[in-house]
C-alpha cells in the first residue's frame, strides 16, 4: 500500500498562476466520493478552482453511477472543481478535452502509450488506465460550477472493479505496466491539477476546436469495428472519430452515423480496413 498524499508535495508542480486560482485542496485517506463531496461544497468563484483528493472511495462512481472502486493507496481519485464565468456553449464536449488535458499531464510525466476512448475512458495497452466523470453543480446565471473526476490506476495490488462500465475492456491496467517508475502519486496529482487548469481555461475561450487536432491523434476507437449501445437501438459499424462538436462517427453498411449519446460495449483488438 502506498503512503497517504502530502498536500505540500500536491502543490509543489503548480504554476504561479494556477496556484494563485486555487480556493482549497483537500485530502482524505477515505471518502464516499471525490465528486460527491465538491459537488455539496459551495462553487468557487468564477476563474477559480478546488481540488479534493482521497487515497480511497468506498463509493467511487463512473457513468451511469456505474462502480469504480479499487484497493485503498491503489490508484489516484481526483476531482476538480472549476467555475464558469457563462455556461460554455459545448459544455457536453468538456469530458473530450479534459481527457487530452490528462495526457498532457502524463506526457509531461514521460509517461507515454496512452490513449482516449469516446466519451471517458483512458487507455493503454488495450486495457482501462482510468476514468473520467464530468458533472455541473449550479448553473445560477452568473456562472456555472463543473465537477470533473478523474481515476486513474497507479499500483493495482489486486484487480480493480470497474463493473459494467468497461465491458470492452479485457483488463485493467495501471501506470507501473507501462512505466518502469511510474511517477509518485503527489507528482501525479499536481501536474494533473495544473493541466486541468489548462484545460478549463483554454475551453472556456476556445471550446472544442482547441482540443480536437489533439483527441484525434490519442483516439483509441478510430478504425475499430465498435458497437455502441444507445438510448434507442445498437449500432455496430467502424469508428471514424469524433465530430467538430465531439460526436462519436460511426460508418456502417446504411452510411455515417452521429452518435451523440452512448456506450461502446465491444471493440474490436484489431484494426480494419474501411
Known sequence: MMKNLDVSRVQRPLSELANSKLD???IFSSIASTN???LAQPGPAAGR???????????????HDRRWISAPGSGLCLSFAYTFSATPEQLPVLTLAIGVGVIGALQHLAVDGVSLKWPNDIVALDGKLGG??????SDTGDGVTVVTGIGLNVQLG?????GAESDWAHRAVDLNSIKKKPPVRELLAGTIIEHLYRTFSRFENLGFAGFAEAWQRHDWLRDREI?????????????AGVD????L??????GRTRVISGSIVMAGQAEISR
Open 24 to 26: 482549497e485542496l483537500e
Open 158 to 162: 489486486e484487480d480493480i472493479d470497474f
Open 36 to 38: 460527491s463531496y465538491l
Open 132 to 137: 473520467i466523470l464530468t458533472e455541473v453543480q
Open 227 to 239: 458497437t455502441v449501445d444507445m438510448p434507442d437501438r445498437q449500432l455496430t459499424g467502424v469508428a
Open 49 to 63: 478552482y478546488r481540488v479534493a483528493i482521497a487515497d480511497h472511495q468506498t463509493s467511487g462512481r463512473g457513468r
Open 249 to 254: 462517427l460511426v460508418d456502417s453498411k446504411s
Open 244 to 247: 467538430d462538436d465531439g460526436a
